[in-house]
C-alpha cells in the first residue's frame, strides 16, 4: 500500500454515552431535543450540550451525549474509568452488547438502570466501501497501525469497519491516546501491511 491510501487520521474517542429514544426520553423527558454543539468526523454524528452522570459500585462520572439515538444505549469507556466506576471492563466493538456490564444512568428528568451496555471499544478504524477498496481492506479484516511521534507506537488488531457512510479515521480511547501523546487533531497513523 502506498503511503498515501496506507495514512489515516487518529482521533482520540473520550468517554461518552450513546442513548435509545426511550432512555432519552426517560432521562431527559419526552419530546426532548438534543442541542449539538459540533459535528463528529463520521457523517451524520454529533456531540450534544447534554451530559448524564453514570454510576458504578465504586463512583460516577459525567459523559456527553452522542447522537442521533441508537437502537440499544450504550456507553463507551476507557479501561481507567471502568476502574474508577468499579466496573468489569468489557473490550467490544460498538454495538456487541451481548454480556456486557451495566449501570445507572442520571440525566435532569430521570434514571435508567441498564443491565448492559458499558464497553470499552476496541480500536477500530471507519473506513468507507470505496476507501477501503482502493486500500484493499474489508469490513472486519484486523491491520496494525503505527502511530509516530515521541512516544509513538503500533497498535495490534485494530479492526476494520466499513460501511458507506464512513469516513476514514481511525479511533482510540484516552488510555490509549494519552499512551502515544497522541493530539486531539492532526495525529496520522501508518496503516501496516500483515
Known amino acids: 500500500m502506498d503511503a498515501k491510501l496506507s495514512s489515516v487520521p487518529v482521533e482520540v474517542s473520550a468517554r461518552h454515552i450513546h442513548l435509545s429514544q426511550a432512555d432519552q426520553d426517560t432521562l431527559f423527558g419526552p419530546e426532548y431535543g438534543m442541542k449539538t454543539i459540533k459535528d463528529l468526523s463520521q457523517p451524520g454524528q454529533w456531540a450534544a450540550e447534554e451530559k448524564v452522570r453514570v ?9 456527553r451525549v452522542l447522537g442521533p439515538c441508537r437502537r440499544e444505549t450504550q456507553v463507551e469507556l476507557a479501561r481507567t ?20 456490564p451495566g449501570c445507572e444512568v442520571i440525566g435532569p428528568k430521570g434514571t435508567v438502570n441498564l443491565a448492559r451496555g458499558v464497553i470499552v471499544a476496541k480500536r ?11 486500500r484493499g481492506l474489508r ?5 496494525a497501525v503505527r502511530v509516530p511521534g515521541e512516544r509513538g507506537a503500533v497498535f495490534e488488531g485494530v479492526i476494520i469497519r466499513t460501511d458507506p457512510s464512513f469516513d476514514l479515521h481511525m479511533h482510540l480511547d484516552t488510555d490509549e491516546g494519552n499512551a502515544v501523546w497522541a493530539d486531539m487533531q492532526g495525529t496520522v497513523g501508518e496503516i501496516l501491511e500483515i
Open 55 to 63: 454510576k458504578g459500585p465504586r463512583g460516577e462520572l459525567e459523559l
Open 81 to 100: 474509568d471502568c476502574f474508577r466506576l468499579g466496573i468489569e471492563p468489557a473490550l467490544r466493538l460498538s454495538g456487541d452488547l451481548e454480556g456486557t
Open 124 to 134: 477500530h478504524i471507519h473506513i468507507s466501501d470505496q476507501q477501503a477498496e482502493e
Open 139 to 143: 469490513n472486519g479484516d484486523t491491520r
